[in-house]
Each structure stands twice: as structure tokens, then as C-alpha cells.
């Protein structure tokens, strides 16, 4: 490049400082992201809205790039798009950094909010943000409280009292999804500090009542990813199995629940939890048992010995056989999972097994392999180890479930075939193990009965920074709800003090009973933040309403959410609860027939840096101020949508970035080049050098834009983006090597604008103003992408014919190629694939019955056999559509290797080379 040359390009590369800004406040002035609200069942595109930190880095920006890119995709098809934005703000975060920087919980979310939205306008996040939410606003919250009276007056809302998980740390209690373990320690999520275990009295939505339905409906959102629905299968934990009464000589009727019941001839002992209703009322009375409960109940998990236990000197009569076994209390058994007792199998259950080896409790086999099984029954030793095969999984084992847990526990599935049949079960030996359960259910009383996993959404937070809830409690009247008219129920002024602030609100707190009159207290709980983010997205809608939480018509229009992107770690929280209020909220005909929230969902790949997730916490990330200032938002957005696909973790690195950045500024120059006249173009009906170049040319324009749509929609943006880099390197070899028709050459021009303007939308808006279009790209129409009929098959015979040339060049050292002449194969090795695309069996025998080919003799012969050789045969282009293929990428080839190229049709090469031609594999010949 000359000095000249060198000095033009630099005056037209871009300024991302001077046009980011320029064409962000055109967007805003022309209200291109807002969606008027009589718009008809919109593209609905959703990112998990943020927690208000006030740090973004990199990694959060690649979240909402994603949106933005589809969303903006989406509206240049023409759809009318929402793509919203808001703020998760209340939280225990929030609290503790109002503690340690002595402010306020609600000022300091509120400069974190301003900050983050300043530094996603930064990044030209192309947001609504006419229909902004922000969820510690008495506007917001006043539905929360709201809807946790509907969902009281229907029966969904519960306080009680129970053993629950709280965090020393956060002072406040943690639901089951808020529990971590590592190294068999539970701990809390946000903090990482042990959790105890407390008795207290919390409100609670019954998530259960809607078990069923969440489970069931996993296996029909088929737009979600397969782990995020198995997940959730595993936590929901639905389990078909039957309930059977045990007596016991306390005179006690104790329900167990198991999915095994083909072995109740082996129990040789009964087992309560700690907390079962039965081991308490003999603790009171015994003072080993007592001593025991109370050493397990306080002992950290690591102090835990799963084989522990203490017998109670009662005993349970098993229905099957009449016999009386030992009752313990054991601290195996969760008090949680099925109805916290069991009947024990030692050898068909290892966790019995042990359990029965250290108390020297007999073992029963009455389960030995079926014949059908590879494994010997005389290998098998009940004594050494518990034989549990029958065709059933256990949770425990299932990455996602929060235990491991016994069999008799009632955690296992039951599959439709049975490996075991029963022994020593008197007269139903021989029965396989599936028809056992059965026929037992009948024989001894049982009742069939499904059993979740799932638990209660406890809600109750002793915490400040959330949404009061909505109770008073009256010394006569008990727990009453505040009247509507009265909310919200906002927070009193921040009071620094260590458990839970309300509860020294004593001016707040105050207030009198609604029903009585007489003085009552507040309920000083707040509600857990999963509440707000559980029905956000249907505020978007209605933003402004006063007299609603939204409006249901426009809702159930609007719904649901098309596209909807967040972390995986979500899966058992968010996703679960959101999906729980949808249904509720349906079932309380605030909606219509909307029962899933989330139509399609993409869980987003971490950012990494120097090989370690970007956080804020560890001082690892890329911000995206500096960046921008240095190379621009749109480098930023370009490099994390082209780097990986999106559910895939990316990897930043300082060269990924400045090739994206150089890329975007060699499309600009190529751009502003057209646009000053540097760049000498023809008529297309002018003489040159044009023809099939520009039919070939215009052939992958329309191509390019057909697998960027495609790619597009199946949120492949790297692939997409390859594609929009292979037509700029084409556009720039086609000026190079001739005199462009002007009009296919602006076309490609006009065709990658509009393709990067999703991932690079300033730029993209400077390149379309270059090519002199009115109005912004942002509202322009997307491409014509309707991909020519056999383009895939003609591209990959030009690729192949143009790597079969330079292995010869190669091969036989030819330095200076002259000449290079291609033949497409005669017309009868086209017809001799075609007919062998159809047959089976004897290929060659079939094809040499045929007259056709049987004038062609032994040639015709080695061909079927090298037809037969290959398998599956892909189809090719017929013989006249290969000569025009390769035809029209001649250009290409002389290019290449700066040789004269000539194409032969079918029948006009010279013997030899069309002996050397197939279908789909030209004869090549080289001369130098």
C-alpha cells in the first residue's frame, strides 16, 4: 500500500467516540426501541433483568448483546418487538453495602441503577425504556403485596411452622434452592457461610398444589435446553409409588411411602427420622433416644455418621410376613422425603446395609437377578453388598438432586422392565419385581400415590431491603391481611442494627388490627426477591397501570415471553417460581390460557478471562467504559457474539478484540471507498469483464443473507458473522480483479450492512448513511434471503474442484501454472449416481443391467464399482448445472493462480480428461 493510499484509508476509518453517541441519540429521538401498546402479539424478547450492582463487566454485556441482537433482527423482519429493561433492587446486598458505607439501602441501589443504565446506553443496548420496572418502587412492590392476598384468598399462601435453613451470616432464612453444598457442607449461596437448621414460623406458597402440572409440562417445552428441563425434573422430583400402614407396639399406625415394595418380605428393620411425629413422643419418654435427636439435630454435617442410630425397644409387624421387626430412630432417613419412616431392606438397599451391619440386623435377600440379566444370582452376596438392580435410578445419583437418598425413601423411578424376581417370598416367588409392586399393592393394603421432591416456597425474610409483607398480627384476631386500600405497605426509615431492622421499627411496626380496631404489630418480614422477578416480565406490558398489576387482555396477547435469555443458575429458582405464579395467575383469569411464561429459553456461556470467570469480586473483568472509549461498543459486541455461540463459554482475549475491531474498520473503508467514487463500477449492460462474475457474485450475496437469516434464528451468531466476513473478503476480490457491475456491487454493500447491523448497529448506521439511504437501518428491511436452488451443492463443488487444483499444483511441483483445464463428467456418470442413489443391494450388477450404461463398457463397469465403493452417495448438480457452477467461479481460479482456465461442458473435453471427470468431481488438468 502506498503512503497515499495509507493516508485515505486512515481519514476513512471511523471514530467510535464521535458516531456511537451520534447515532444512540438518533435511535432515542426517533423512539426506534418503543412499542406502542396497541401493537398485536409482538416479538417478545427478554433478558433476565440485573440485580443493580453498579459494576458491569464484559460478561454481563454479552447477556443483553444477545437480546439486543435478536431483538434488533427480529424488527428488521418487520415485527413489532418488545425488548424491555429493569432492575432486580431489592435484596440483601443492597442492605449490606448500606451497612458498610453507613448510606441508605434505597440510595445506593438507586446510584448503582443510573450507573449500569448509563453504561448500557453506553453499549447501545437497544432497550424500551418507556416501559422500565424497578422493583424496591412502591409502584412495583404495592403488586407484590397485592398479589400475596390473591394468592391467600386462593388458598395458596400458608404460615406455619418448620425446620428451615438459615444463614448465621445473612441473618435471615434461606429456601432449599438457596442452599449450596460443597464437601458435604450445606452452606448459603450468596455468602458461602454454613447454614444451621431453625424451628420457626414462616409464610410459605404452596408450590406443591402445582406439582404435577410442572413436572408434566417439562416434556413439552421443547424450546428449552435439555439440562435446564432435567433439572428441574430432578427437583420437582416426582415419584410414582404406593403407601403402606406399619403397626407399631406403641400402638402407633405409621405410614411408610417406597417404590419398592416388591421387597417388603426382606424388611428386617423399621427406621424413623429424628423429626417424625413418632420418634419425638418416644424421645420424651426416653432419655437415649432424646440425647440422641438432639446430638444429631446439632451436629455439622461433617460429624455425621449415616449409619448412626438408637433403638427404641418397639417394634413394627411387617403386612407381608406377620412379622415383628426392630423399630430405630436413624438419622439416614430424611424427615423430608417420603413421610419420614421406612421400612429397611438391607439387602436390597445400601444405605440399610450399612446401617444393619453396624447394628447387627439379619439380612433377607428376596430379590435375586431374572434370567434375562448378564449377572450370575449365585455371584450374588447380600452378606457383602446390598443387590439393588431392577431396572430402577436412583435421584441420589442424578447430578442436580440435593441428596442422596435411600431407595426406601421413596426416590426411585420405576422403569418399565424388571431385572430381578422375588426369592423367599413365600408364594409369590418367581413373580418378576414390576409385577410384585403390583399385586402388593392389592395383598397388603397399599394405595398407589405420587410423592415430590419439591417443598413449599418459603418467602419469609428477615430482612429490610424487600416487599413488607402484607399481614398484621392481632393479639385476638391472629394474622390479618392489610385492607387494599391501604397499600403499599412501604419501608420505614433504615435502621443499622444486626437481625432483622423492622423488628426495631417500633413506630412502624405499630398499627391497629383492621378487622378489631385494637392495637396489632406489623408482620416484619419481608418476601423473598424470587417473588419480584416471578411476574416482572408481565409488568412490562403494563408498566404505568395504577389500578392493576397489568392488564390481562393486552397480557394474554402479548405472552409468552417469545425469547427469553439468562443463567443456568436460575433453573431451580427463577425459572420454577415464575412458571408457579404464570399458572397461579391463570388459574386466577388475570390471564387467558397462559400457562408457561417462557416459550424459548437460551442459558448464556460465562466470559472468562486469563482462563477464570470475569467477577466483579475478584477484580478479573473487562469494564465496559475503558473498552468502549478505546475501541468502540460495537468491537465489544462484535467480538463476544462472533467468539463462540452463545451458550458456550467465551474467552476474551486482547486479539480477538482488535481483529474484530480491524474487521469493522476495513468494511468501513470499503464502504466510504464506494461512497467517494474511488471504487471505478459499470453499468451492467456496459462491456467489461462482468457476466457470469457477476452472476456469481449476486448468487452468494443472496446466499450470504439466506445463512446469516438462518443462522440468525437459531441464534448461531458466530456462523452468521463467518458468512458476513466471507462476502466482504468476496466483494473485495471481486474489485480487485475486475471493473464491478455497479449495481450487484452496491447491493452487497447495502446486503452486509444490513447483516451486521444486529451485532454492530452504529457502525452499521454509518455505512448505510454512506450508501445514501434515507431513514435509520435500525427500521430497514432485512435482506432477501431466499438461497438459490442447489447453491450448497455448487459451492461445495467450487470448493472442492479449487482444493483439488491446489493439491496438484502441489504435488507435482507445478511453480508457474499456465493453463488449467477442467471437464465436467459425461452425461452418463451423472445419470450412472443418480440411479445408484436408489438401489440396494447389488449395486454394480443393477447398474450394468441397465442399456445405458451398457454401451459404455468396461468404463461404465469401474465406475458402478467406485459408486458402490463409496456408500451413501450425496446428490449432484446435473451435468449442464456443474458446467455453470464452475463457469461462473473461473474468475476465481485465475485469480488464484494467475493461469488461463477453461471449462468444458460435458462431451467437448478431450478423451483422457473426461475419463478423469465425475459427477461432482471434475477431471482437472495443469499444464506449466
Same mark, same amino acid.
Given at each position: 500500500?502506498?503512503?497515499?493510499? =495509507? ?11 464521535? *458516531? ?39 460478561? +454481563? ?18 415485527? =413489532? ?174 405410614? *411408610? ?7 417388603? +418380605? ?263 426477591? #424470587? ?38 443458575? +436460575? ?55 475503558? #473498552? ?32 474484530? +475491531? ?61 458468512? *458476513? ?204
Amino acid at each position: 500500500m502506498s503512503r497515499a493510499d =495509507a493516508t485515505d484509508q486512515e481519514e476513512r476509518r471511523f471514530d467510535p467516540a464521535e *458516531i456511537e453517541p451520534r447515532w444512540q441519540q438518533r435511535w432515542d429521538d426517533e423512539e426506534v426501541f418503543h412499542i406502542e401498546d396497541g401493537a398485536e402479539d409482538p416479538s417478545y424478547v427478554l433478558a433476565m433483568f440485573p440485580y443493580p450492582s453498579g459494576e458491569m463487566h464484559m460478561g +454481563h454485556v454479552r447477556n443483553y448483546a444477545i437480546t439486543d441482537a435478536f431483538a434488533r433482527y427480529k424488527r428488521m423482519q418487520g415485527e =413489532a418487538v418488545l425488548h424491555p429493561m429493569g432492575w432486580d433492587s431489592f435484596g440483601l446486598p443492597a442492605e449490606n453495602a448500606a451497612n458498610e458505607r453507613d448510606v441508605d439501602p434505597r440510595g445506593w441501589t438507586m446510584d448503582c441503577i443510573a450507573a449500569m443504565k448509563d453504561q448500557m446506553n453506553v453499549m447501545g443496548l437497544g432497550f424500551d425504556w418507556q416501559r422500565e420496572v424497578t422493583t424496591c418502587e412502591p409502584e412495583y412492590f404495592r403488586w407484590n403485596q397485592w398479589l400475596f392476598q390473591e394468592f391467600y384468598e386462593a388458598g395458596l399462601v400458608e404460615r406455619k411452622e418448620t425446620e428451615l435453613n438459615w444463614c448465621p451470616s445473612c441473618e435471615t432464612v434461606l429456601a432449599d434452592e438457596n442452599v449450596n453444598t460443597e464437601g458435604g457442607v450445606e452452606i448459603c449461596w450468596r455468602c458461602d457461610t454454613a447454614i444451621e437448621h431453625r424451628e420457626l414460623e414462616q409464610w410459605f406458597f404452596t408450590i406443591t398444589d402445582y406439582a404435577d402440572e410442572l413436572y408434566d409440562e417439562l416434556d413439552e417445552m421443547d424450546g428449552w435446553p435439555d439440562n435446564v428441563r432435567e433439572m428441574q425434573h430432578n427437583w420437582i422430583g416426582k415419584q410414582e409409588g404406593t403407601s403402606v400402614e406399619f403397626e407399631l407396639t406403641t400402638g402407633d399406625s405409621v405410614d *411408610i411411602f417406597t417404590t419398592r415394595l416388591d421387597t417388603i +418380605h426382606g424388611a428386617t428393620f423399621f427406621a424413623l427420622s429424628p423429626g417424625h411425629e413418632v420418634a419425638q413422643e418416644l424421645a420424651a419418654e426416653d432419655d437415649d433416644i432424646a440425647e440422641y435427636i438432639h446430638r444429631v439435630e446439632h451436629a455439622d454435617e461433617e460429624e455425621i455418621d449415616e449409619t448412626s442410630g438408637v433403638f427404641t425397644d418397639e417394634y413394627a409387624t411387617n403386612p407381608a410376613t406377620d412379622e415383628e421387626i426392630p423399630v430405630y430412630v436413624a438419622d439416614y432417613v430424611l424427615e423430608d422425603i417420603g413421610t419420614g419412616a421406612l421400612y429397611a431392606v438391607p439387602a436390597h438397599d445400601d444405605r440399610d446395609h450399612a446401617f444393619a451391619e453396624e447394628h447387627d440386623i439379619p439380612i433377607q435377600q428376596v430379590v435375586e437377578p431374572a434370567g434375562n440379566t448378564a449377572v450370575d444370582p449365585e455371584e450374588v452376596d447380600v452378606q457383602e453388598a446390598a443387590y439393588t438392580e431392577d431396572g430402577v435410578l436412583d435421584l441420589g445419583e442424578i447430578e442436580g438432586s440435593s441428596d442422596e437418598r435411600s431407595e426406601s425413601d421413596g426416590v426411585l423411578v420405576n422403569s418399565d422392565e424388571s431385572d430381578g424376581v422375588l426369592v423367599d417370598s413365600g408364594e409369590f416367588d418367581g413373580l418378576d419385581s414390576a409385577e410384585a409392586r403390583d399385586r402388593f399393592v392389592e395383598a397388603f393394603d397399599g394405595e398407589h400415590r405420587t410423592e415430590f421432591s419439591l417443598r413449599d416456597w418459603c418467602i419469609s425474610r428477615q430482612r429490610y431491603w424487600g416487599t413488607p409483607i402484607p399481614f398484621v398480627e392481632c393479639p385476638d384476631c391472629g394474622y390479618i391481611p392489610v385492607p387494599e386500600e391501604d397499600l403499599p405497605i412501604e419501608l420505614p426509615e433504615f435502621i443499622r442494627t444486626t437481625g432483622n431492622p423492622l423488628d426495631a421499627a417500633q413506630e412502624w411496626k405499630t398499627t391497629t388490627c383492621p378487622d378489631c380496631g385494637r392495637p396489632a404489630q406489623r408482620e416484619t418480614d419481608t418476601m423473598d426477591t #424470587f417473588v419480584d422477578s416471578s411476574w416482572y416480565f408481565l409488568r412490562f406490558i403494563s408498566p404505568d397501570l395504577d389500578d392493576a398489576p397489568f392488564d390481562s387482555e393486552q397480557a394474554t396477547d402479548w405472552m409468552p415471553v417469545d425469547q427469553y435469555v439468562g443463567g443456568i443458575e +436460575h433453573a431451580t429458582m427463577h425459572l420454577i417460581y415464575s412458571r408457579f405464579f404464570t399458572k397461579v395467575l391463570d388459574d386466577l383469569e388475570m390471564l387467558d390460557g397462559v400457562r408457561e411464561p417462557f416459550e424459548n429459553l437460551l442459558t448464556q456461556g460465562m466470559v472468562r478471562k486469563d482462563g477464570e470467570a470475569m467477577s466483579s469480586s475478584s477484580g478479573n473483568v473487562v469494564s465496559p467504559a475503558p #473498552f468502549v472509549e478505546r475501541f468502540g461498543a460495537d468491537t465489544g459486541r462484535l467480538f463476544m457474539l462472533n467468539a463462540a455461540q452463545p451458550e458456550k463459554a467465551l474467552d476474551w482475549t486482547e486479539e480477538g478484540a482488535e481483529s474484530a +475491531h480491524a474487521f469493522l474498520q476495513n468494511v468501513h473503508d470499503l464502504v466510504a471507498r464506494y461512497a467517494e467514487g474511488a471504487i471505478d463500477t459499470r453499468d451492467a449492460a456496459a462491456a467489461g469483464d462482468g457476466g457470469t462474475i457477476d452472476e456469481y457474485v449476486a448468487r452468494e450475496i443472496t446466499a450470504t443473507a439466506a445463512t446469516a437469516t438462518e443462522e440468525f434464528e437459531a441464534f448461531r451468531f458466530n456462523h452468521a458473522l463467518q458468512a *458476513i466476513r466471507e462476502l466482504v473478503s468476496l466483494l473485495r476480490r471481486y474489485v480487485d480483479y475486475t471493473e464491478p457491475d455497479g449495481g450487484t456491487f452496491e447491493r452487497g454493500l447495502s446486503t452486509v450492512s444490513r447483516l451486521l447491523a444486529p451485532v454492530a448497529p452504529h457502525v452499521a448506521e454509518e455505512l448505510w448513511d454512506h450508501l445514501g439511504h434515507d431513514g435509520l437501518i435500525a427500521e430497514a428491511d432485512w435482506p432477501e434471503a431466499d438461497e438459490p436452488a442447489g447453491y450448497e451443492t455448487a459451492r461445495l463443488l467450487v470448493e472442492n474442484t479449487r482444493e483439488d487444483v491446489r493439491d496438484i499444483v502441489g504435488v507435482a511441483g507445478i511453480e508457474d501454472p499456465s493453463l488449467i483445464e477442467i471437464a465436467v463428467a459425461p452425461e452418463w456418470k451423472h445419470y450412472a449416481r443418480q440411479q445408484a442413489r436408489d438401489l440396494d443391494g447389488n449395486v454394480v450388477g443393477q447398474l450394468m443391467g441397465d442399456e445405458r450404461l451398457q454401451r459404455h463398457g468396461e468404463a461404465a463397469a469401474d465406475y458402478a464399482k467406485a459408486l458402490a465403493g463409496e456408500g451413501h452417495l450425496d446428490e449432484q448438480l446435473p451435468p449442464e448445472r456443474e458446467y455453470e457452477a464452475l463457469t461462473r467461479a473461473v474468475w476465481l481460479l485465475e485469480r488464484e493462480f494467475d493461469a488461463e482456465v477453461v471449462v468444458s461442458e460435458p462431451g467437448e473435453a478431450p478423451e483422457d480428461l473426461a475419463a478423469k471427470a465425475t459427477s461432482g468431481r471434475p477431471g482437472i488438468q495443469i499444464e506449466e
